[in-house]
């Protein structure tokens, strides 16, 4: 089944125009639109990429993986790839997690498959290593510090209680291996595709957290934060913390309550869909300790 629909999903994503694509726009919800654009992110807005898949491999700019593997997606497939992850999430999700105790068995199925793609993209990287074809070891360290900060968003959840079924474990844990599988592939096909089909699921998972937070406010506000949180976000070193924010941002987030914890996991993932798009263009990421970025005096 999982060939199946890995088949039918590239065919459909090398199409340069499909139904699919109109309708996709129309049923992405408004709120979860207005609550993107308050981070300056707009999802389908067309991001510049210089190297085609035209120009010979030599001649490319080495910038990251998408330059130097990749090729420029039209605007279409990005809106495919975002249908597709609201199919799923639709079909699947919403239809998994019904009722007001399920919610931290569906963060704990969204944290489990939501940090596959970087072991995914880290297992291409250290591939084009071994061959000798491509290294830069700031994009490992960049994947290892995104699936490090996706780790602690499931410690959380599991200490929250979100792993008790053994029915949500099965199916979150499958779900990890064969999106494993697919996002390696479609990153070994194209980069590109691959971040910004990630960048969808980031999104996703940024909506899910804010609509959470604007439901459940006052009794999260009532609660104490896991350990997992206090240990990750207060207490812990915060080095890998500070890799994944590529926009030179940085974030100390303040941990009283259960509140400021899914506070600090939404922030979390917009930062993944920051560096998703930015992933996307010619442009290098920055790195705060690497010297690329000013870091404030009192840190």
Same mark, same amino acid.
């Given at each position: 089944?999982?060939?199946?629909?890995?088949?039918?999903?590239?065919?459909?994503?090398?199409?340069?125009?499909?139904?699919?694509?109109?309708?996709?726009?129309?049923? &992405?919800?408004?709120?979860?639109? &207005?609550?993107?654009?308050?981070?300056? %992110?707009?999802?389908?807005?067309?991001?510049?990429?210089?190297?085609?898949?035209?120009?010979?491999?030599?001649?490319?700019?080495?910038?990251?993986?998408? @330059?130097?593997?990749?090729?420029?997606? $039209?605007?279409?497939?990005?809106?495919?790839?975002?249908?597709?992850?609201?199919?799923?999430?639709?079909?699947?999700?919403?239809?998994?997690?019904?009722? *007001?105790?399920?919610?931290?068995?569906?963060?704990?199925?969204?944290?489990?498959?939501?940090?596959?793609? =970087?072991?995914?993209?880290?297992?291409?990287?250290?591939?084009?290593?071994?061959?000798?074809? !491509?290294?830069?070891?700031?994009?490992?360290?960049?994947?290892?510090?995104?699936? !490090?900060?996706?780790?602690?968003?499931?410690?959380?959840?599991?200490?929250?209680?979100?792993?008790?079924?053994?029915?949500?474990?099965? %199916?979150?844990?499958?779900?990890? %291996?064969?999106?494993?599988?697919?996002?390696?592939?479609?990153?070994?096909?194209?980069?590109? /595709?691959?971040?910004?089909?990630?960048?969808?699921? /980031?999104?996703?998972?940024? *909506? &899910? =957290?804010?609509?959470?937070?604007?439901?459940?406010?006052?009794?999260?506000? @009532?609660?104490?934060?896991?350990?997992?949180?206090?240990?990750?976000?207060?207490?812990?070193?915060? =080095?890998?913390?500070? *890799?994944?924010? &590529?926009?030179? /941002?940085?974030?100390?987030?303040?941990?009283?309550?259960?509140?400021? %914890?899914?506070?600090?996991?939404?922030?979390?993932?917009?930062?993944?869909?920051?560096?998703?798009?930015?992933?996307?263009?010619?442009?290098?990421?920055? $790195?705060?300790?690497?010297?690329?970025?000013?870091?404030?005096?009192?840190?």
């Amino acid at each position: 089944m999982m060939i199946y629909l890995l088949f039918a999903y590239i065919c459909i994503s090398g199409l340069h125009q499909s139904p699919l694509s109109v309708f996709a726009f129309s049923i &992405t919800p408004v709120p979860a639109r &207005t609550a993107l654009s308050k981070y300056n %992110v707009n999802p389908f807005q067309s991001t510049p990429l210089y190297s085609s898949s035209i120009i010979p491999e030599k001649e490319r700019m080495d910038n990251n993986p998408s @330059t130097k593997f990749g090729s420029p997606l $039209s605007d279409s497939v990005k809106e495919i790839n975002r249908f597709a992850i609201g199919f799923l999430k639709g079909t699947l999700f919403d239809n998994l997690f019904v009722g *007001e105790d399920r919610a931290y068995a569906r963060f704990y199925a969204l944290e489990t498959i939501a940090r596959v793609p =970087y072991f995914s993209y880290l297992s291409v990287l250290h591939l084009y290593e071994t061959l000798g074809r !491509w290294r830069r070891a700031k994009y490992l360290k960049l994947h290892f510090a995104e699936s !490090w900060n996706e780790m602690h968003h499931l410690l959380i959840m599991e200490e929250l209680g979100g792993n008790a079924r053994f029915s949500d474990r099965f %199916v979150a844990q499958h779900l990890a %291996v064969g999106y494993f599988a697919f996002a390696a592939l479609l990153y070994l096909i194209n980069p590109v /595709e691959a971040y910004n089909l990630n960048q969808d699921v /980031e999104e996703h998972a940024f *909506e &899910t =957290y804010d609509q959470y937070l604007r439901e459940n406010a006052e009794i999260l506000k @009532t609660k104490p934060p896991p350990k997992a949180a206090i240990d990750y976000y207060v207490e812990g070193d915060m =080095y890998m913390f500070d *890799e994944f924010q &590529t926009e030179c /941002e940085m974030r100390r987030p303040d941990i009283r309550n259960l509140y400021d %914890v899914f506070v600090a996991i939404r922030d979390d993932e917009m930062a993944h869909v920051k560096t998703m798009a930015k992933l996307q263009t010619e442009l290098d990421i920055s $790195s705060f300790h690497d010297g690329e970025c000013e870091v404030p005096d009192h840190l």
